[in-house]
Structures are given as structure tokens and as C-alpha cells.
């Protein structure tokens, strides 16, 4: 079976210029593995919190955004000790933060909590 998926730094590359595009700002804050890393969102809405989106794959192998932490949203300093312990886990981990000031950034896929 042939694995057809876009390479993680082709979808990171294109998501970065589609959110400044859409005028939210957004950066590559850590690297992971250009074919095959994970990526993981960190949307900050500043003053209404820090939303963290790991990307996932369904039972049916459909893309998701899996929710980390209080669907709240949560302080930045919760949300940086939360992406160190994941980078310490997977070293192959892309983290892009999206600077969503009015509060109007959506995932691409599907969102499920953890």
C-alpha cells in the first residue's frame, strides 16, 4: 500500500503562509522531521489563553486535531512546559505557533479532545 500523505514540512510551509495570509501571524518555533515528524499547533488568543492541537490520524485513518490541555484554553508558561515534555518525547515533533489575536483561527481537520 502506498502512503500518499504531503510531507511535514510541505504542509507546515504552505499552513504558516495560509495563516499569515488570513492575518494571524505564524511561526515555525520548532523543527521536526521534514517527511514524517508530527506537527503540533500552539495557538495563542493572548489574554483568552493558549490552545495546543497534536495531529492525529481516526480509526479510519482521516486526518484529526487532537486537543492538549483545558479546552479553555491555558496560561502560555502550562502550554511551553506542555510542548517541552512532548518535544522530549518525539524529537521528530514540528511546533507552530499561530498568534490568533482575534480569537478566529480554525484547524484544517476535524477536533477531538484527548
Known amino acids: 500500500m502506498m502512503d500518499d500523505r504531503l510531507p511535514t514540512k510541505i504542509w507546515i ?8 495570509a488570513q492575518g494571524s501571524p505564524a511561526f515555525v518555533v520548532a523543527k521536526g522531521d521534514e517527511a ?14 493558549v490552545h495546543l492541537y497534536e495531529q492525529s490520524r481516526d480509526f479510519d485513518g482521516n486526518r484529526i486535531w487532537r486537543r492538549l490541555g483545558p479546552e479553555t484554553g491555558e496560561a502560555e508558561a502550562d502550554a511551553d512546559a506542555r510542548v517541552r515534555k512532548k518535544r522530549q518525547f518525539d524529537s521528530d515533533l514540528w511546533v507552530v505557533e499561530i498568534e490568533d489575536m482575534h480569537g478566529s483561527y480554525s484547524c484544517d481537520a476535524p477536533v477531538s479532545a484527548l
Open 13 to 20: 510551509d504552505a499552513h504558516v503562509r495560509t495563516c499569515h
Open 36 to 49: 514524517r515528524g508530527g506537527i503540533l499547533l500552539k495557538v495563542n488568543q493572548f489574554g483568552k489563553g
